[in-house]
C-alpha cells in the first residue's frame, strides 16, 4: 500500500513487513496507534503528522506478535447454517430449513424456520434479522429519545467494519444489524450510547451520565462489547 504521508513523503509499508495492513492517516493523532478490524481481518495502523517511514515501519515490526496474537483471536467468518443455534433479540433459536413454508421466514417454538431453496438459507436469515433491527431499534430509539425530549429522524441499519453505531448531526442513527445477536442489555446499552449522542454529540462525563440514565446497565453493555464483539462479527 503505497502511503503518502502529511509531510508529503511517500513510502510503501507492506513491502517492510510480512504481511497486509492498512494505513490511515491523522491530522489529530500525536503517536503511531494499531488496532485489528475484525470484518477485514487486517491490522490497521494510523500515522500522525511528521511521522517519518522508519518510525511507522519499526513500529509496525515491533507489535508483530501483537498483530498475530489477535489476528488468530479473530471468529472464523461463517454464514448462518441450518441445525445451528443463535441468540437473537435475547431468544435463544435454532435455524430450520422449511422450503414449502408459506411465510417466509418466521419464528415459533424456539426456531427459526426459514422458507425457500436452500441455496438462499443464509441470505434470508440475514435479511430477517435486518428488517426485525430496523423495526425494534428504530422503537428503542425513539422511546429512550423522548426521555431527552429529543427526536430521531431516520434510523439506518448498516454492515459496517468496525463500528456498531453511529448518529449523525442531522439525528440519523446507524446500527450494525449484528448487534441483534447480543444479549437484550447489550441492545439496550448500545441504542442509549447512541440517542444520548443526540444531546451531547462528544464523550464528555455529561454524555456518559446521560447513557447511564437510559441504559438499564450501561457498565455490562459496554464491557460485554469490548470482550464479545468480535463473536458477533463472524456472521457474513
Known amino acids: 500500500m503505497k502511503i503518502t504521508l502529511l509531510t508529503g513523503k511517500t513510502f510503501d509499508i507492506e513491502k517492510e513487513v510480512s504481511f497486509p495492513i492498512e494505513v490511515v492517516l491523522s491530522k489529530r493523532a500525536k503517536l503511531l496507534g494499531l488496532r485489528i478490524d475484525a470484518k477485514k481481518r487486517v491490522p490497521v495502523l494510523t500515522v500522525p503528522k ?3 517511514k522508519k518510525q511507522a515501519v519499526n513500529f509496525v515490526k515491533a507489535q508483530e506478535k501483537w498483530i ?4 488468530q483471536k479473530l471468529p472464523t467468518r461463517k ?29 415459533e417454538n424456539g426456531y427459526l424456520l426459514v422458507s425457500g431453496e436452500k441455496t438462499f438459507f443464509a441470505r434470508r436469515v ?9 423495526k425494534i431499534l428504530y422503537q428503542m430509539s425513539i422511546e429512550k429519545a423522548a426521555k431527552l425530549q429529543c427526536k430521531v429522524k431516520r434510523v ?14 442531522l439525528n440519523n442513527i446507524n446500527y450494525n ?8 442489555l447489550v441492545i439496550d446499552y448500545l441504542t442509549a450510547h447512541e440517542v444520548a449522542h443526540l444531546k451531547h454529540q462528544d464523550h464528555s462525563p455529561e454524555f456518559w451520565k446521560c447513557v447511564d440514565e437510559l441504559a438499564k ?20
Open 156 to 169: 439506518i441499519i448498516k454492515d459496517t467494519k468496525s463500528r456498531w453505531g453511529s448518529c449523525s448531526s
Open 126 to 134: 440475514r435479511d430477517f434479522i435486518k428488517e426485525q433491527a430496523q
Open 177 to 184: 444489524w449484528r448487534i441483534m445477536l447480543a444479549p437484550p
Open 68 to 71: 498475530e496474537e489477535h489476528l
Open 79 to 107: 454464514p448462518f447454517e441450518e441445525g445451528e443455534k443463535i441468540s437473537f433479540n435475547g431468544c435463544e433459536l435454532e435455524l430450520r430449513h422449511c422450503q414449502n413454508l408459506r411465510a417466509g421466514v418466521q419464528i
Open 50 to 52: 511528521y511521522c517519518s
Open 217 to 236: 446497565d450501561a457498565a455490562y453493555g459496554r464491557q460485554w462489547l469490548k470482550k464479545n464483539a468480535e463473536s458477533l462479527n463472524r456472521y457474513i
